[in-house]
C-alpha cells in the first residue's frame, strides 16, 4: 500500500486532465449550448483531491500557449497533434477562472511545458524535505518519483511510488526516461527506437541497465533472451542519433527558472461571489448550491485556514440568504387572517403554494397555505401543525371556508409552482381552484425543455442564484424523515413563505424572457396553462383495473419466465444469475464466443438491453434473455405491482402525469407508468384486458392514425405525400408504389414493410446501417431504398437538409406551434454527439408537433365535455396519441361521434388529420 504523508503538496497536470476530461462522460452543456464537461470533470478532480488531502499548498498546472525548447530542438515534435477541439478551447478559460476563485495557483510558464514546471516544483520540494503529491495520468511523470514524490491518477485512483512504478512498467523510476525514449511516443512525435515496445524495452533496461550502459555494451545485447535480441545490436547503432534525441525530449526538466518560490504556493480563501458567479455560468447547481450555502469548502477547510475562514463558515445565514426574508409572516390569528385575505383581494397576482403530509395528491392532507404578492413579502398560514408543544393556530374549515371565494375565483390571478399538485390537494377539500395565469415550473419548461430540470430548488439557484431551503434540512431523512405537519413551525414557516416568495421572483424573471419570443408565451398560455386543470381531473378520476384478471397474468407469466430460465440454463450448460450482466458476459462472450457489440464505459461488453436484441436476431440465448427480461419487467412493473397500487378510497389506480419532463412536449406518466404497456406483445395487450369499464359504462380509446407522417407531410410539402394523404391511400403502401415504381394494388406485404421501416425510420433520423439491421438485409440494399424514397419524395430530403440547417444556424428547431427544442451538441466537435443532434432535430418538430396537437385537442374534447356531456363521459387516460375514456354505454354511439370529429379538428394541417375510434368493456378491446 502507498503511503502519503500528511499535508503533502499537491502538483496537478491541468492539461493532461484538461484533456481526458473531455473525451470522458458526462459530455455537458449548458442551457446557452456552451460545452462545460471538461470544466466539471477537471474541477471535480479538484474537489476530490482537496477534501482527501486538505493541503495548505498546491498548484494547477497547464501549458502555455506556443513553442517549447522541444519544438527548438526537434521541430516535429508534436507536429501530428490535431488542433484542439473548440468546444474544448472554449472551456479553457472558464476553468482557469473558477480554479483561481477556489483560491488555488494557477500556472503557465512560456517556453516549456506543465510537466517541466512540476518537475521543477517537485525537485525543489524534495530539497526542502516536503512530500510531493503529482496528480496526472500522464506515465511520462513516472520519472519524477522517488522517495518524495508520489504520483495519483484520480480517474482510475491509483497511487504510484518507487516500488510501484516498477510494478507497472518493469524498470525503477530513475530508468523511466530510457524507457520512453526506447519506445518513443506516436502522439507526441518522439522517434525512438523502431519496432521496440514496452516489453522490448523492458528487457533491455533489465538486462543491461540505462541507454547509456546499453552502448557501452552494445556486444552483450544479442545475449538477452527477448524476441529480436540478435539483430537489436546493429538497430542500436544504426538509429543512436534518433535514440539520444527521444532521451532528451522525453526527459521533463526540472530546473525551470520559475518567478516564484514555493511559498507562493499557499492554497487563499475562495472568492465565493465570483465562483457562484463562474458556476451559475456552467449551471453546475450542486456546486452552486454547496458555495451558497457557503458549507465548509475543502480548498479553506486545512490546517492553514485562518480567522476569516472561521468567520466565513459561520456566517452561513448571511451568505445564503440572497433573498430578505425579514417581512415573511405567520398568520396565526383572525385580525392577521383578515388582513391577509384583503391584502390577497387587492393583489393584481399572488404566488400561491400548499404545504401538506405527503407527495401523494391522493392522500396529501394540507397543512398550510402561503402566499407572496411582492418579491421579499410573503405570509405562512398554518392550519395543522400538531407536533407537541406546537402553538394554537387558526382552524382548517374554517380558513378553506373564507379563502374558498378567492381561491375559486377565476378573476383572482395566481402563480404557482406545478399547480398541478395544488390543485388535486384543495380538491380534497371540496375546493376548485381557479385564476392560475401561470406556472412556473412550466414557463421553465417551454422557455427551454432542455435546460436541466424545472424543480424550484435547480430554478432558484439558476435563475436568482439562490440556494433555498431544503425539505430535508426541515425533516430529515429516509424513514425517521418528518412530515410537514410534525416540522416546528417557525422553521416551517419561513420554508413555506420562502416557496411562495421564490415563485413570484422566478414568474418575475421567467415571463419577461417568454414574451420576448412572443410565440413561446403563447405556448405556455394556450397549450400548457390550460391542461393543468385536466390532467388534475383525469388523475383524480383514475382508472378501474381487474385484479383478479392480473394475478392470474401473474401466474402465467411467472410460469412462462420459468420456462425460459430452464431454456436458458441448458443452453448454458449451467445455472446463473439471468439478471447478472457480469454472468451474462461471461456466457455471452467468453464461453459461446458471440461477437462483443458494444463496451460499457469501464470497457466490459455491454449487455444491454438493445445489445441483445440485436444479438437475437441470430442466436437463440440472447433471444431467450431479451424474452425473460421482457416479461419479467412485465410481471414486476404491472401484473404484480398495479393491484398494489389501487387506492383504497376510490378502489382506482392513479397516475401521475408530467408536463415538464420528455424534451419534445410530451407528457410522460409515472407511479404507475401507463404509457410503457407494450401494445405489440401479447402479454401487454393482456395487462390492458384488465383496464376495465364499470357497470353500464365503456371504455373508449381514440388515436390519430399515423399523425407523425401526416406532419412530415405537411411539414416537408412534399407533394406525393401530401397526395397519398388526401386520397386517403395506405400511406406505407403509397410509398412502396414509388419506391418500387408499381401500381398500389401491385405492392406486396414484403414491400410495404420495407416502405414503413423507411417511412417511419426518417422519422427518427434512422441512418442506411440502422435500416439495414431493422429489415435485415445489406447496407446497400438498405441505402438504395433511402435513395429511391428521396428520389420519389425529394420534399422530405429538402425538410431534412433546411432543418439540419435551421439547428445548426440556431441552436434550435421548433413545431408548428413554436415549442422550441434547444440542441446544445448540435455544433459540437464530436461528431457522434453531432450526428445524434442531427437526428433529434429532424424528429422533435413531428414530434413535438403531434405532442402538441394531442395536446390541443384534450382541451377542446374536455371543453365539450364539460359543456354538453358530463353525465355521460369522462378522459380517463392519454397515452402518447391516444386519449382513453369512460362513457356510458347508451351514448357511446354519438360520443364517440363528437370526440372523433374534434379530434380531427384540433389542428389544420396541409392533410386531414384522421382519428380512430373503438370501444369495448376494457382497454384491449377499445383499441
Excluded at 293 to 316: L, R, V
Excluded at 746 to 766: C, D, H, P, T, W
Amino acid at each position: 500500500m502507498v503511503y502519503i504523508p500528511t499535508n503533502p503538496l499537491i502538483l496537478v497536470d491541468g492539461s493532461s486532465y484538461l484533456f481526458r476530461a473531455y473525451h470522458s462522460p458526462p459530455h455537458l452543456t449548458n442551457s446557452k449550448g456552451e460545452a462545460t464537461g471538461a470544466i466539471y470533470g477537471v474541477v471535480n478532480m479538484l474537489k476530490s483531491l482537496l477534501k482527501q488531502y486538505k493541503p495548505t499548498q498546491m498548484a494547477v498546472v497547464f501549458d502555455a500557449k506556443g513553442p517549447t525548447f522541444r519544438n527548438e530542438m526537434y521541430s516535429e515534435y508534436k507536429a501530428h497533434r490535431p488542433p484542439m477541439p473548440d468546444d474544448l478551447r472554449s472551456q479553457i478559460e472558464p476553468l482557469h477562472k473558477i480554479i483561481q476563485a477556489m483560491g488555488l495557483p494557477l500556472l503557465c510558464i512560456s517556453g516549456v511545458e506543465a510537466d517541466d514546471v512540476i518537475g521543477t516544483l517537485a525537485r525543489q520540494a524534495s530539497a526542502a524535505g516536503r512530500h510531493t503529491l503529482i496528480s496526472t495520468g500522464d506515465k511520462d511523470m513516472a520519472q519524477l518519483v522517488d522517495q518524495h514524490v508520489t504520483l495519483i491518477n484520480t480517474m482510475t485512483n491509483t497511487l504510484l511510488d518507487p516500488t510501484s512504478v516498477e510494478e507497472k512498467f518493469g524498470v525503477a523510476p530513475e530508468l523511466i526516461v530510457d524507457y520512453l525514449a526506447l519506445m518513443g511516443d506516436k502522439v507526441d512525435n518522439i522517434p525512438g527506437l523502431p519496432g521496440v515496445g514496452e516489453k522490448t524495452a523492458a528487457a533491455l533496461l533489465q538486462g543491461l541497465g540505462s541507454i547509456e550502459q546499453i552502448y557501452q555494451q552494445l556486444d552483450q545485447v544479442a545475449t538477452l533472451s527477448f524476441r529480436g535480441a540478435k539483430t537489436m545490436p546493429a538497430k542500436l547503432a544504426e538509429h543512436k542519433e534518433q535514440l539520444i534525441l527521444s532521451y532528451q525530449l522525453a526527459t521533463i526538466k526540472c530546473d525551470v527558472a520559475l518567478p516564484y518560490q514555493l511559498d507562493d504556493l499557499n492554497i487563499k480563501e475562495v472568492d465565493r461571489q465570483l465562483l457562484a458567479e463562474l458556476y451559475r455560468e456552467c449551471e453546475f447547481k450542486r456546486w452552486l448550491a454547496e458555495v451558497l450555502s457557503a458549507e465548509p469548502n475543502p480548498a479553506t477547510a486545512t490546517p492553514a485556514a485562518s480567522s476569516e475562514t472561521a468567520e466565513t463558515e459561520a456566517s452561513t445565514d448571511e451568505v445564503r440568504q440572497v433573498l430578505d426574508r425579514s417581512q415573511y409572516q405567520t398568520v396565526l390569528n383572525e385580525t392577521d387572517f383578515q388582513a391577509l385575505l384583503q391584502q390577497l383581494d387587492q393583489a393584481e397576482l399572488t404566488a400561491f403554494d400548499t404545504e401538506t403530509t405527503s407527495l401523494d395528491y391522493m392522500q396529501a392532507e394540507l397543512v398550510g397555505l402561503s402566499f407572496a404578492i411582492e418579491a421579499g413579502k410573503a405570509w405562512y398560514l398554518p392550519v395543522a401543525h400538531d407536533y407537541l408543544g406546537a402553538p394554537q393556530q387558526l382552524e382548517r374549515t374554517e380558513v378553506l371556508t373564507q379563502l374558498k371565494p378567492w381561491l375559486e375565483n377565476p378573476n383572482k390571478a395566481k402563480v404557482g409552482q406545478n399547480m398541478k399538485y395544488d390543485q388535486s390537494v384543495l380538491a380534497r377539500y371540496q375546493i376548485n381552484l381557479q385564476g392560475v395565469r401561470f406556472d412556473t415550473m412550466l414557463e421553465s419548461y417551454v422557455l427551454n425543455s432542455t435546460a436541466g430540470r424545472h424543480d424550484m430548488d435547480s430554478l432558484a439557484l439558476k435563475y436568482l442564484g439562490h440556494s433555498t431551503i431544503s425539505f430535508e434540512e426541515l425533516a430529515g431523512k429516509g424513514a425517521k424523515q418528518l412530515t410537514f405537519n410534525q416540522i416546528e413551525l417557525e422553521k416551517a414557516a419561513e420554508y413555506a413563505a420562502e416557496d411562495a416568495d421564490v415563485t413570484l421572483r422566478l414568474h418575475q424573471t421567467l415571463w419577461p424572457q417568454l414574451t420576448q419570443t412572443g410565440v413561446l408565451a403563447k405556448v405556455l398560455t394556450d397549450i400548457e396553462l390550460p391542461l393543468v386543470n385536466i390532467l388534475s381531473t383525469i388523475e383524480r378520476h383514475g382508472v378501474l383495473i381487474n385484479c383478479n384478471l392480473l394475478a392470474k397474468q401473474s401466474e402465467q407469466l411467472s410460469l412462462r419466465i420459468k420456462e425460459l430460465e430452464q431454456a436458458a440454463y441448458a443452453a448454458a450448460g449451467k445455472e446463473f444469475n439471468l439478471a447478472s450482466p457480469k454472468q451474462l458476459q461471461e456466457i455471452l462472450f467468453e464461453q459461446m464466443k458471440l461477437p462483443v457489440l458494444k463496451k460499457t464505459p469501464s470497457g466490459t461488453p455491454s449487455t444491454a438491453e438493445e445489445v441483445l436484441a440485436e444479438l437475437a436476431l441470430e442466436y437463440e440465448f440472447p433471444k431467450l434473455i431479451t424474452e425473460h427480461r421482457g416479461l419479467s419487467k412485465l410481471r414486476s412493473t404491472y401484473t404484480d405491482k398495479l393491484p398494489k397500487m389501487v387506492n383504497p378510497a376510490t378502489g382506482r389506480v392513479h397516475t401521475s402525469y408530467h408536463q415538464a419532463v420528455a424534451a419534445t412536449g410530451r407528457l410522460s406518466s409515472t407511479e404507475p407508468n401507463l404509457q410503457n404497456i407494450p401494445i405489440r406483445t401479447e402479454e401487454g395487450r393482456r395487462i390492458r384486458q384488465a383496464f376495465i369499464a364499470p357497470p353500464g359504462k365503456l371504455i373508449m380509446a381514440i388515436d390519430y392514425s399515423q399523425i407523425e407522417l401526416r406532419i412530415m407531410a405537411h411539414l416537408s410539402a412534399d407533394k406525393a405525400l401530401l397526395d397519398a394523404f388526401a386520397k386517403g391511400l395506405d400511406v406505407h403502401k403509397a410509398t412502396a408504389a414509388e419506391v418500387f415504381g408499381i401500381t398500389v394494388d401491385e405492392v406486396s406485404s414484403e414491400q410495404r414493410r420495407r416502405a414503413k421501416a423507411v417511412n417511419f425510420g426518417l422519422i427518427y433520423g434512422m441512418s442506411a446501417f440502422g435500416l439495414a439491421k431493422q429489415l435485415g438485409i445489406a447496407r446497400h440494399e438498405a441505402q438504395h431504398y433511402v435513395d429511391l424514397y428521396f428520389e420519389r419524395f425529394p420534399g422530405v430530403l429538402n425538410y431534412m437538409e433546411r432543418t439540419r440547417k435551421q439547428a445548426h444556424e440556431q441552436g434550435y428547431v421548433e413545431t408548428l406551434f413554436g415549442r422550441r427544442l434547444y440542441l446544445p451538441d448540435i455544433n459540437t466537435r464530436n461528431m457522434a454527439r453531432q450526428k445524434a443532434a442531427e437526428r433529434a432535430a429532424i424528429n422533435a418538430p413531428m414530434q413535438g408537433t403531434a405532442a402538441d396537437i394531442i395536446k390541443l385537442a384534450m382541451i377542446k374534447v374536455q371543453a365539450w365535455i364539460e359543456q354538453h356531456a358530463s353525465d355521460k363521459v369522462a378522459m380517463i387516460m392519454q397515452v402518447h396519441d391516444e386519449l382513453v375514456f369512460e362513457v356510458n354505454e347508451t351514448d357511446v354511439v354519438d360520443v364517440c361521434h363528437e370526440l372523433k370529429n374534434i379530434m380531427a379538428s384540433a389542428a389544420k394541417l396541409d392533410v386531414p388529420l384522421l382519428a380512430e375510434a373503438g370501444y369495448g368493456n376494457n382497454w384491449d378491446e377499445a383499441h
